[in-house]
């Protein structure tokens, strides 16, 4: 090789291209986790908004209403572990993000009333909204729950 020769090498050019794909593989797989948060981020926004929308629907409601009665399973209160057991199921479940029935899977609204709490006269009512797969437990992979006190 003649010295007064510039210029790169095939060799230089290869590994300038080998660490230029990682790099970009690197950034594709920053890409698919950003798309991914944002995709759980949008889900856990309808799942809140469509838990507020059910609290003012029942917040509405006189406390003698049917949809704001206690069964007396209060210590299921603020768990989600059998949703089998919650007080009230929303008639339309599974709904879409406008609370409408799909008729296949989507979101899961139920809410549990407890009577007289924390005050005399008081309803605690706790919303609760599932999405997703189940775990190994058997319980939603996703939910949220949303707490209120209607009256006292």
Request: charged share 15%; aromatic share 6%.
């Amino acid at each position: 090789m003649n010295l007064k020769e510039k210029g790169f090498t095939l060799v230089e050019l290869m590994i300038a291209v080998v660490v230029l794909a990682i790099g970009i593989l690197g950034l594709i797989g920053l890409q698919v986790a950003a798309m991914n948060g944002n995709l759980s981020a949008n889900k856990m926004t309808t799942a809140m908004t469509l838990a507020q929308d059910e609290i003012e629907q029942l917040k509405r409601l006189p406390l003698t209403n049917g949809a704001l009665t206690d069964a007396g399973n209060n210590d299921k209160l603020t768990s989600p572990a059998n949703a089998a057991s919650f007080e009230h199921t929303d008639a339309n479940n599974p709904i879409n993000e406008s609370g409408e029935n799909t008729g296949l899977g989507g979101y899961y609204r139920f809410w549990n009333v407890a009577d007289d709490t924390p005050t005399q006269g008081a309803k605690t009512v706790v919303v609760f909204v599932f999405w997703g797969a189940m775990d190994a437990n058997g319980l939603p992979r996703h939910r949220v729950m949303v707490p209120t006190i209607i009256g006292g």
